[in-house]
């Protein structure tokens, strides 16, 4: 990886006390865009979809991660497998959408030809030599593994497993905040700002006196945000949540569900209260007790652009707590994507060159610039 297109002094580790973020061309340089899409999003695991899509064997759905298609199924046996979805034969799709019903193998809709789940070639019409050709032509196999309840997959095959760099999470996370909720409804936004901007905003609450005086600010405390777990590649954290004594607003948010003050012996959880797992480089699922949980993607697209997804889930189906929760976080993220939209267009300022961390309020924020670092890092190093 050409060592040019970044500083080397932008790689060097400063501790927090004196941190200042990258530079502004790390969030506008097309180059450095690539270089984070091949060395962060290709070697780390990426969500892919939840265990509640595929119940049954020959239940599958489709996808697309970082530009490739891919189809993710339960097999036979109860294995789940991850397929490339592009046919070997022309590059048409060998599965569309989701199975409303179990599917016995994988057919394209292009030319017909057929595929087993685990990517062999079932057969090829007027291909007479299927036989001796078959093996080269099955459908390429992604790496995939499960957490709790969700899927994921990674396109690289020395990106290290993903259980190991999970562990440590059980000790304080034993309920599983997606598996044991209903889904709602999903929603995207699609986001002029960079996806470190977005990221640093949702790892800190400095901002949310200024950003949020009547949402956010209302419900939490902002200065009570601790880490109450940590592993190479992720982060558990707290908010206490304000009461009625705290003069906050009602929401909804804090009404979700049965009570529930423990996570199964584990973490006493507070009603009120906000838990966000973050997981690097792109997931985070944030619980709101006792039975609220959104699953939040950011996919970056360009430089200045993110896709950002939420999938919401709730231990209570009312449509009018739905409705209330839903137009409270709508009014929160529209306030955060205000100001990441005015942050991206001013990293064009010729009048600004980086930003400072402060170390009391933005040190998770400095936590996942390093694993940012970090991964850049390995990439722009010569081979041994």
Known sequence: ???????????????????????????????????????????????????????????????????????????????????????THRGGPVATGAGQQPVPFFQCRYHAWTFNFDGSVRSAPGLDSLREEKAGLCLPRIRVETWRSLIFITLDKDTPALAPSMAGIDDVLKTDPIGDLKFQFSETFDIKSNWKIFQYNSHECYHCRTIHPDTVFNVLHPESLETLKAGDLWLYTRYKGK????????????????????????????????????????????????????????????????????????????????ASAKAFREAVIAEDIEICETVQKNMSSRLFDRG?????????????????????????????
Not at 51 to 65: K, N, S, Y
Not at 266 to 293: D, K, R, S, V
């Open 243 to 322: 009461t009625v004594a705290d003069n906050a607003i009602a929401s909804d948010v804090q009404s979700f569900g049965k009570p529930q003050t423990s996570d199964a012996d584990g973490l006493e959880m507070e009603e009120g209260g906000f838990y966000a797992l973050h997981m690097f480089p792109n997931l985070m699922i944030t619980y709101t007790p006792p039975g609220y949980a959104v699953l939040v993607r950011f996919i970056p697209q360009g430089p200045d652009r993110t896709l950002l997804v939420r999938d919401h889930y709730s231990a209570d189906a009312d449509a009018e707590k739905i």
């Open 1 to 87: 990886m050409d060592l040019a297109v970044v500083d080397e002094t932008d790689l060097t580790v400063v501790p927090l006390g004196d941190a200042r973020t990258f530079p502004a061309k790390w969030y506008t340089s097309n180059e450095i865009f690539a270089l984070e899409q091949e060395q962060i999003f290709r070697k780390t695991w990426q969500y892919a979809g939840s265990m509640a899509q595929l119940q049954r064997p020959g239940d599958f759905f489709t996808v697309e991660i970082l530009g490739e298609p891919i189809v993710i199924v339960r097999d036979r046996d109860g294995e789940i497998r991850a397929l490339s979805n592009v046919c």
């Open 356 to 384: 400072r961390f402060v170390a009391r309020n933005e040190w998770q924020s400095y936590w996942f610039e390093q694993r940012v670092r970090e991964f850049i890092v390995r990439g722009t190093q010569p081979p041994a």
